[in-house]
Structures are given as structure tokens and as C-alpha cells.
């Protein structure tokens, strides 16, 4: 697939949160993994990340702290809380049902109605 | 966890909000800086880099902005920065905001006034112990109406219901002489049951109420002093328990003072105990004394009317002569207190209501006009990312911070119209809770302002939140290129409801007005000039006979007769206007049966009356000296009889003698003459002469059927009233009456000196009152509405100079473009006049009872009143278009 997907409304937050729990990552560092694990093919408006952290911090999803970034700049880390790791399974486990309803209902041929 | 790690961030991000800030700051920065290095890296030049990163970010404010809205801090926030921005914005401009304000405060200040007397009067619950059980009783007669109880009907109640905790008996509030320091006074006394102040469930606020048993065996001499009384009287001395209190030339000591708040009965001065011997009382048929009671708690009020009504009913069977028809009235205190004032006080209330309204659609014009101007600014602020809601909002806080600060000063203009309220009550007006600006006409004034705040607010909000930015921001704004339709149809409607609001008021003011002159020009049956009138009251004690009560009578008489300065002088037992007393009375050869005749008003009287009050003779005489001689014949026969049989056979001998009114003459002997003709009233009485009708109750009511006795008939009753005619003002006289008394018997006090005009006049306050009040809101409402339509039509004209500039450079003619302008505030005009008019006639329904001698539906006024709105609208039309054809044409074509 050449084109880039636009985001599906509400899957922004799981996908930080997948992000985030792979290892504490900066904002930039969250932007980045995200397009490097779906190889370039979702397309994120970076302004839009910073509210949506904020969102999930003042949630206590995540947790941030100021750390060093690797050209030794003073960067804010975010990582997983212990909440945040139950509500991305169960973000998840909700997201493969769907996906699998879904793309039931989308295979269904017409001799299996 | 989570709750608390929320509150968390919101406190830390509340109370550091600038290291959040900077933090967010850097945190954005670092992005942008990390993009655009990687940017560099893949060999990009760097000014090209940083470029780059900025547009992919996207809008940096707006991503701010985004943040702080999830941390949940914005709102507080925003409420600071709006209100800040709200003073800003209100002191930028004086002149809006010092209008704004003061139709406001106004507004605010006198509806909050006026909701001090209505809470007072009508909603606080009265200050006893659970009110809603504390009943008046009354009883019913064969004649119409509400009666008090007789002694011998209350005892049986009392003693024979299941449905009361408890009952109480008192008098009316009797006139007693206290002797002072310098000669007697006059004070208010009621005589209660010992159990009266325990029924209500207050208590004195020095020494105590009345114990049990203190009414009995001819009743305890002690008094309970109200506040009032104890501060003018007593100098507020805290030991006043004790102390010696000489009323009637009979020694009590004081025992209590009754707290500021306690007004009930009426204006009281002192309660002494009531003699509860049965004896005294009095029998069944004489209706004297008033009484409370207090409902069984578990027991509804209807319960224990239809207990009474049981028992009123077995004692009709009992005692068929004397309790024929008489049944039992249960009314609830506060009804009993308040009785018709309410309807009054709500009109007035819905009066002010409507002022306030009125005040709500200037500012919102104002707002309005404003919002108008302000639309390019709404525009940039959308345009960098302001939501619609969040101008609405801000919108809204500016009006509701003018509102709030208006309520401010509008709670000042309260405590002054509450200052002036009280000064000025009817004295008729009861006050069970004091009228004062406390706790919930606060609350109300808070109410009414957010309330006011947001009403008016939403207008001006609504309309700037449809906006569309390009358009404005193209249109750059300028006055002439931006009103849209809806602000204009806001506009008009504001303007033309304002109208409708005070027309419907000014009529409701007309109409009373047209009641007042009504009433003033009523006959009263009475020529008031040069008329004073004093009473007396004679003390048992010292007055213990007939003859030494008739003695006094004669010689103080004969004194003012000859006193300089007096042409007439009488003594009566009853003044016109001031009520009194009434009995059955039974014309031989008209049967209506012995309890149940026909009820005639009484008054007793000696002296040259008629002469002194102008009240014309229309038929006979009136009474000579041996009318007088032959009753106080009649009475000194009478009054030692001791058995029923005894008296009858008195009674049969005489044939005494009655002048009566017209309207008596014409209800019993019709097209006949009443001279001559007999009626008996406990004695055979003859008609010697007719005279002309006095009202003896309200102005507003009509006069009825009355006998005037000899005084010898009536020496007995508590207190005299005496009259005197002058040559000169009636105030001169008050000396004169004073020293006549005073030479007879230093004890007595002159009370209620008054000229006759001043009666009068006390007698219309209520209706006084009622039309200075809402005739003040209407003329109130008018200026409002002449500025609201003013305001609405300079703005319009101003919108329209350049138009007119442009006419008039075509040549047209002055009055073609006055005609165009009228043309279009005559329409609003005349719309709300209609709306108006049709509101009146609903309102003035509801005002039906205040109205004399003139239909709530009264044409004239209706169409006096329109004419009169109508015109000052129009003039506010025309002066701003007077102005805007004085420009010069070349300005007005620059005018864009």
C-alpha cells in the first residue's frame, strides 16, 4: 500500500500507548515509532500527539518525567503506568473483536446469507 | 488512583501553572528541533528544516491551547481571563456601562425591595412555634360575614373538641390611659388568655409571658410590655421587671417584654390577662372576642373545621334563640393576618417584575448594538481558533459581571427602599416577620442577577455566535455593511416587548389612579373642614355609675361648647370611617324573626353632631334635651333590674327615641315618611327625624342602614370620641380640647387627635399607597422604554446616515425622510402597543380587586394611556432624525 492511511478517529490514544509501552520515549520518539512499526503507512499530524498525551497523563495512563535525549537535550519521557498497561489490553482485546466482527461481515459471501 | 492522580495534575498544573507553561514550551520546542535535525540529516538545508518542522507541527498556539484544555485547567482560567477582560471592557466604555448599570440597579434594587415586604408578609412562615397549625376562629351570623366568638361559644368549644392542642381568647386592642411623668397617655392593650404567647410558642426576651391561672378570679395585674412600648415608655431600663404600670387608674407590674420581632395582634403596646370568669365573658349572642388556636399536630386543619362545625351545630339545636345560624370559621394565621393585602402586594410585585423585565431588554439592546460593533473582533478571535461556544461565553460573563456589580448597587438602592418602604406602610399593612433586607432577599437579589445576567446576555451571544468570520472580516466590519437581519429583528422585538411591558403597566397605574380620584370624590356624608376629633376613655375604676359618667359627659361638653375658637361640639360613640358597633333590629309588622332582623350600624351621640360634621336633616328633628333626659330616664330604670323578668317589664313602659340615615328610611320605609314610624332595638324606639348617609366603614364601600342614638344609651363603652368644629384650621382646636379635659380630670389621656380630614385621608392609604407605588414603576417603565426606543432609533438612523446623506443630496424633502424613518419605528411602535394592550387586559383582571367605580376594561384609560405611550415613542423616534438631517451632506456620504 503506496498511500498513507489517515488516522481512525479514537485509535490515536492506543496507539501511544502501544508506543510508549515498548519503552519511555519522548514525544518526537512516540511520533517516530509509530511510523517506523507501521512502516510509514499511518500518517499522524504532529500537533495532534501533544494534546492527546496530555489527555492520557491527566488520565493516569501515563506518566512523564524529564529526562536526556540521545544528542543529550532536555526532553520529556512518558511511560506506561500500571492503569495504563490494563487499559491498553483491554483497548486492544476490544479493537480485535471489532476487527474480526467486521471483517466477518465483510467476507460474507452471498450463497452464506 | 485515578481520581486522585487527576486532582493531582489539576492542582499542579493550577497552582504551577507558569513552570507548565515553560515545560510545555520546551517540550514543543524539542519536537520541532529533533524533526528538523533529522530534517537536516536527510539533506535538507536548515533554514528550509526549521520551516519544515514548523507547518508539518501545525498551529503551535492551537496545540497549546488543546493541552491546557486537557489538563482541565482552562476553565478557571478562562472564567479569570473573561472576567478580567469583561472590567476591561466596561470601563472602556463609561458611558455604556454607566447606563447599563444604573437601569439595573434600579431594577434589581426595587425588585429586591419589594421582595424584602413580600417575604415577609407573605412567605416567611410566621415566627411561632410550627405555624402552619395556628388557626384564627371566627363564627357566622344569620347577617353576612365573619363574627367574632361570643364567651359562652368559645368555652364550649374549647371544653368539647378533639382536634386542638390548645384555644386562646383575647380582646381587640382597647385604647387605655398610662399614667406617665407628665400627665397620661395613650396605649394600645390587649387583653389575652393566660395560655395566648405559650399557643404561639414565643417567648419574652425579658422576665416571662403569662403563667397559668393568671387569668382567673378577675385576672392577675401584671402586663407583658412589646418592645416599642418599653423603649418610649420605659427608656429600654433593663430592671423594668416589677415596676408599676398605671393603666385605666388600676396598678399592674411588668412581668415581661416581648421581643422587637413580635407583633401580633396588630400594633399592641401592652397585653395584660383576661379575666376568664364566665361571668364575664359575656353571653351567647354578643359577639366580643377574638381567638387563636393551635391544630392537634397530626390533625388537618379541615379535620378540625368540621369538628368545630359538629360542635357549632349541637349548640344551635341547644340554644336555638341565641345561635341561630351561628357556625364555626377556621382560617389559617397567616390568611387571618394578611387577608386581602396579598393580592395587593403580588400586583405590585408583578408590577416591579415587569420594571425589571423592561431594564433587561435596554441593556440587552445596548449589548446589542455593541455586539454589532464588536463583530470584527469576534471575527479575529474565530479566526485564531476561538470556538463559537467559547465566545458566547465570554459574552455571557460580561454581561453577567455587569449584572452582578449592578445587583451590588442595586442592594443599596434596597436597604434605602426598604428604609422608605417602612416609613411609609399602610398602617394597615400587617408585619408578623419584620420587613427587613435579610438572608433570603439577598439570595434572591444573587438570583435575579445571574439570572438577569444571563437573560440579557443571551441575545447579544447568540447573535455574535453565528458570525461568519470571512464575511466579516471581508466586510472589515464597517457599521453600514454588517447588521445582518436577525440583529435587527432582535432589536425590534426587544424594543417593541418594552413597549408592550410599560404600556401594560401604565395602564394598570391609570386605572388605579382613576380608583384614587374616584374615591377622592366620593361623598362621604361628612364636611371634614375645620373638624377635630379626640377620644377618651373613661376609667371604670374612677366612672363606676351611670350618672357620674354622665356627669363628666355634660360638663366637658359644656366646657368646649364655650371654649374660644369652638362653633360646635359633640361626643359620640362612633366616628365616620372608623367602623363600630352594629345590632338586629325588628319593626313590628315587618316579621324577620327575633336573632335574625335586619343589622343597622349604631352610633350614640350628644351634642350638635350634625352641626359639627354637616351632616345634612333631611326629615323631623333632631334630638332635644328631652330625648337625652328621657333615655338616661330610661337607663337609670334599667340598669339595677336584676331578673329578665324585671327588665322586660322596664323595657315595655318606654318608647324612646332614634334619628336615622336615609338609606335606613328607604330600606325599611320605602316611599314612605319615616318620621314617626317605630322600630325596636332592645326598646321600642320612635323615628324623630332623617338624615343624610355617612360612610361608617371604607370609602369604598357603601353606606348602610344606621340609628343614631341619645349617649345616654351607650355611656358605657370604653371610650368616647369627641368632636369639635373651629373657625380656623382643625389642628389650632387640639390645645383647646386638651386643656378642657385636662381641667376635668387630670388622669385622662387624649388619644388619636386628629383633625377630620386626617381620617379621611387614612382611610384611602391603602389605595394611596397602591397608586403612588405603581404609578412610580410605570413612570419608571415609560423613561425606560422613551430610552430604549431612543437608543434602538439613533442606532438605526446612525446605520442609515449615509442613505440619508444621499437622499438629501438627490433633493428629497425633510419630510419625506422623517415620514421614512417614523414610518419604520411607528411599526415597531404600533405592534407593541397592540401586544400590550392585549397583555393589559389579562393583567388588569388580575388587579380587579384594588379597583373602585372604574372597570378593569376601561376604554378611556386604554386609549389615553396608548396615545400617551404612543407619542413619547414617537418623539424618541423623531430626535435622532432630527440630528442626522442636520449633517452636512458631504459628511454623511463619508459617513462609510
Partial sequence: MDKQLDLLQGTLDMLILKAVSLGPLHGYGILLRIQQISKDRLEIQQGSLYPALYRLEHQGWITSEWGESENKRKAKYYRLTAAGKRRLLAEADKWNRMTNVIAGILGTKPEEV | ?896
Fill in chain 2, 1 to 896: 488512583m485515578t481520581v486522585c492522580s487527576r486532582f493531582r495534575s489539576w492542582l499542579q498544573a493550577t497552582l504551577q501553572r507558569s513552570r507548565m507553561e515553560s515545560e510545555m514550551d520546551t517540550e514543543l520546542r524539542f519536537h520541532m528541533e529533533a524533526y528538523a535535525e533529522d530534517l537536516v540529516r536527510s539533506g535538507m538545508p536548515r533554514q528550509e528544516a526549521a520551516r519544515r518542522a514548523r507547518i508539518e507541527f501545525g498551529g503551535i498556539e492551537q496545540t497549546k491551547e488543546e493541552c491546557r484544555d486537557m489538563r482541565k485547567v482552562n476553565w478557571i482560567d478562562d472564567v479569570g481571563q473573561d472576567v478580567q477582560y469583561a472590567a476591561r471592557m466596561l470601563t472602556k466604555s463609561p458611558g455604556f456601562t454607566v447606563v447599563a448599570m444604573l437601569t439595573l440597579a434600579l431594577g434589581i434594587g426595587a425588585n429586591t425591595a419589594l421582595f424584602s415586604v413580600v417575604n415577609a408578609v407573605l412567605l416567611k412562615p410566621l415566627p411561632f412555634r410550627n405555624p402552619g397549625k395556628v388557626v384564627a376562629l371566627w363564627e357566622t351570623e344569620t347577617a353576612p360575614g365573619s363574627f367574632p366568638l361570643t364567651g359562652e361559644d368559645y368555652l364550649d368549644w374549647r371544653a368539647q373538641n378533639s382536634t386542638f392542642e390548645d384555644m386562646s381568647l383575647y380582646s381587640w386592642q382597647n385604647s387605655y390611659n398610662v399614667s406617665g411623668k407628665d400627665g397620661a397617655e395613650g396605649a394600645s392593650v390587649v387583653r389575652t388568655q393566660a395560655n395566648f404567647f405559650s399557643l404561639l410558642g414565643v417567648q419574652a426576651q425579658i422576665g416571662r409571658t403569662f403563667a397559668t391561672g393568671e387569668d382567673q378570679n378577675g385576672g392577675s395585674h401584671v402586663a407583658v410590655l412589646s418592645d416599642g412600648f418599653w423603649k418610649k415608655h420605659f427608656g429600654a431600663q433593663q430592671e423594668i421587671l416589677g415596676k408599676p404600670l398605671e393603666l385605666n387608674g388600676e396598678s399592674y407590674s411588668v412581668i415581661g417584654v416581648m421581643p422587637a420581632w413580635y407583633r401580633v395582634p396588630g400594633q399592641a403596646d401592652i397585653w395584660v390577662p383576661l379575666d376568664m370568669s364566665k361571668d364575664k365573658l359575656g353571653k351567647r349572642g354578643s359577639h366580643n372576642w377574638k381567638a387563636v388556636g393551635r391544630v392537634k399536630d397530626e390533625v388537618a386543619i379541615s379535620k378540625a373545621l368540621a369538628d368545630l362545625r359538629t360542635i357549632a351545630e349541637r349548640l344551635e339545636k341547644q340554644f336555638p334563640d341565641n345561635n341561630r345560624n351561628v357556625d364555626a370559621i377556621v382560617t389559617p394565621m397567616r390568611e387571618d393576618l394578611v387577608g386581602d393585602l396579598s393580592s395587593q402586594l403580588w400586583v405590585m410585585f408583578g408590577a416591579v417584575g415587569l420594571v425589571l423585565l423592561i431594564a433587561c431588554a435596554n441593556v440587552a439592546n445596548l449589548l446589542l448594538a455593541r455586539a454589532t460593533s464588536r463583530r470584527q473582533e469576534m471575527a479575529v478571535r474565530g479566526a485564531l481558533g476561538a470556538g463559537r461556544g467559547r465566545l458566547a461565553r465570554q459574552l455571557l460573563t460580561e454581561s453577567v459581571v455587569l449584572s452582578l456589580v449592578s445587583g451590588g448597587f442595586g442592594v443599596v438602592i434596597a436597604y434605602g427602599g426598604v428604609a422608605a418602604l417602612k416609613a411609609s406602610l399602610p398602617p394597615s399593612m400587617p408585619q408578623p416577620n419584620p420587613v427587613e433586607v435579610g438572608l433570603a432577599p439577598l439570595t434572591f437579589a444573587l438570583v435575579t442577577c445571574l439570572a438577569v445576567g444571563i437573560l440579557f446576555g443571551l441575545a447579544p451571544a447568540l447573535q455574535s455566535s453565528g458570525v461568519d468570520a470571512g464575511e466579516t472580516l471581508k466586510s472589515k466590519g464597517s457599521p453600514g455593511g454588517s447588521t445582518t437581519k436577525r440583529g435587527h429583528w432582535l432589536r425590534n422585538t426587544l424594543v417593541a416587548g418594552e413597549i408592550a411591558l410599560s404600556l401594560a403597566l401604565l395602564i394598570g397605574a391609570g386605572l388605579l389612579l382613576r380608583t384614587f380620584a374616584h374615591l377622592r370624590a366620593t361623598e362621604i356624608g361628612v364636611q371634614p373642614a375645620n373638624v377635630l376629633t379626640a377620644e377618651v376613655k373613661l376609667p371604670e375604676s374612677k366612672y363606676k355609675t351611670f350618672d357620674q359618667r354622665r356627669e363628666f359627659v355634660d360638663e366637658l361638653l359644656q366646657k368646649l361648647r364655650v371654649s374660644p375658637g369652638v362653633n360646635a361640639a359633640a361626643i359620640t360613640t362612633k366616628l365616620p370611617l372608623l367602623g363600630g358597633s352594629n345590632g338586629y333590629i325588628h319593626i313590628p309588622g315587618q316579621d324577620t324573626g327575633s336573632m335574625s332582623g335586619p343589622l343597622v350600624e349604631s352610633t350614640s351621640i350628644r351634642g350638635d353632631y350634625f352641626g359639627a360634621l354637616r351632616i345634612p336633616l333631611l326629615a323631623g328633628r333632631e334630638f332635644e334635651k328631652d330625648d337625652y333626659e328621657l333615655t338616661a330616664k330610661f337607663m337609670r330604670e334599667v340598669i339595677p333590674a336584676k331578673t329578665d323578668e324585671e327588665t322586660k317589664a322596664v323595657v315595655k313602659k318606654y318608647t324612646l327615641r332614634a334619628v336615622i340615615n336615609q338609606t335606613m328610611a328607604q330600606t325599611f320605609w320605602p316611599k314612605q315618611n319615616a318620621v314617626g314610624k317605630i322600630f325596636e332595638h332592645f326598646v321600642r324606639l320612635e323615628v324623630v327625624g332623617v338624615v343624610g348617609d355617612v360612610k361608617q366603614g371604607r370609602v369604598r364601600s357603601k353606606a348602610m342602614p344606621e340609628a343614631y342614638y341619645p349617649l345616654e344609651w351607650d355611656l358605657d363603652m370604653p371610650s368616647l370620641s369627641i368632636v369639635v368644629k373651629g373657625d380656623g384650621a382643625a389642628g389650632a382646636l387640639a390645645g383647646t380640647v386638651r386643656s378642657a379635659v385636662r381641667s376635668q380630670d387630670a388622669n385622662l389621656a387624649l388619644m388619636h387627635v386628629r383633625p377630620m380630614a386626617q381620617i379621611i385621608t387614612e382611610s384611602m392609604t391603602d389605595t394611596t399607597y397602591e397608586t403612588v407605588l405603581l404609578g412610580g414603576m410605570a413612570v419608571l417603565a415609560l423613561i425606560l422604554a422613551a430610552v430604549g426606543i431612543y437608543g434602538v432609533m439613533s442606532y438605526v438612523v446612525g446605520q442609515r446616515t449615509n442613505e440619508i446623506g444621499i437622499r438629501m443630496a438627490l433633493g428629497a424633502e425633510r419630510g419625506q425622510i422623517v415620514g421614512m424613518v417614523l414610518r419604520q419605528g411607528a411599526a415597531i411602535i404600533g405592534i407593541g402597543i397592540f401586544a400590550g394592550l392585549a397583555g393589559a387586559t389579562v393583567g388588569a383582571k388580575l388587579m380587579e380587586g384594588l379597583l373602585v367605580g372604574v372597570k378593569s376594561i376601561d376604554p378611556a384609560t386604554y386609549a389615553g394611556v396608548a396615545g400617551m405611550l404612543a407619542a413619547v415613542a414617537l418623539l424618541a423616534c423623531y430626535l435622532p432624525v432630527r440630528r442626522a438631517m442636520r449633517v452636512d451632506p458631504m459628511i454623511a456620504l463619508r459617513y462609510e
